[in-house]
């Protein structure tokens, strides 16, 4: 089965929407500011996709575009400006950004505002890890008809490959926090396929071509795709071919419209909590 992350995705929009109405009624629009750094293919894509939905919700989005080479002093300046304007409810620094220490990029953005989760005292869980929880749990119901999503995720053999901080790290974490321990594939594991072949679901978050063949899974598996690149049609893709592995897996994430989607609108809904909060 293909999993169909634009129509998750629609679903929890037209939730926002409604959010976002009873907001401006008390004279509050969600404005979310974006610091892009350069013009990585992939961050712009993700940034352009996150203007996008936000509009559609009623949602402001700021994005502050910087060349690469900039400062990380001058990264910090822009970022305490945006924490001290009221106006803005939600701050993201689009990763990856070259050249900048990305701990001190992670503290700098106030907690109440750092809608990507990064920053450790962050009021907000990270929308990749939502994205794909949310991902998993509609892939469950679609099966089952019964409340334990959660019995599953703990019983189902997790393979988690990337540790990258924008989608491995931020997954291993939250998986963690409940009590999920995954199996961490990294370029250093050994004898990778006798792990892959016998997981029940393989989060892959690389970002290269072929991560995952056909060869390293078992039928029935739960194949999703975090990691995504440009490819030299000049169009994104995920790391495995769909084609090959579709027949294998019992469900899967395409690229596009699987886990992007998902991951955009748990941003969004980040932004539209932290701006509920900031008004309350």
């Not at 990507?116 to 929880?133: E, H, I, R, T």
């Not at 540790?163 to 990778?192: A, C, N, W």
């Not at 995504?228 to 019992?250: F, N, P, Q, T, W």
Request: positive net charge; proline residues 5%; without cysteine.
């Amino acid at each position: 089965m293909k999993v169909n992350g634009k129509d998750i995705a629609e679903k929890i929009l037209d939730e926002l929407k409604i959010r976002v109405q009873r907001l401006k009624e008390k004279g509050i629009t969600p404005t979310l500011a974006i610091i892009l750094v350069g013009n990585n293919p992939q961050s712009v894509s993700y940034v352009g996709q996150k203007e996008l939905k936000a509009t559609k919700i009623g949602a402001n989005v700021i994005v502050k575009r910087l060349k690469d080479g900039i400062s990380e002093k001058e990264i910090l300046d822009l970022i305490s400006k945006l924490n001290n304007n009221p106006k803005i409810h939600g701050i993201i620094v689009q990763r990856p950004v070259k050249g900048v220490n990305p701990q001190k990029l992670d503290e700098a953005v106030l907690s109440e505002k750092d809608v990507d989760g990064f920053n450790l005292q962050s009021k907000f869980d990270y929308p990749v890890a939502k994205a794909v929880l949310t991902i998993l749990e509609h892939i469950y119901f679609s099966i089952k008809k019964d409340n334990r999503f959660d019995e599953f995720l703990r019983r189902s053999k997790i393979v988690l490959i990337g540790k990258g901080e924008t989608g491995g790290y931020p997954i291993l974490k939250t998986l963690r926090g409940l009590g999920i321990e995954p199996v961490l594939v990294d370029s250093r594991t050994r004898e990778t396929e006798l792990l892959t072949k016998s997981a029940d679901i393989i989060v892959s978050a690389v970002g290269r071509p072929n991560v995952v063949k056909p060869e390293m899974i078992k039928r029935g598996v739960i194949l999703l795709s975090v990691g995504l690149y440009k490819g030299e049609d000049d169009k994104m893709h995920g790391d495995y071919d769909e084609e090959k592995i579709k027949r294998i897996a019992s469900s899967y994430t395409p690229t596009p419209g699987g886990v992007g989607p998902v991951n955009v609108v748990s941003l969004l809904e980040n932004l539209v909590e932290a701006a509920d909060n900031q008004v309350s």
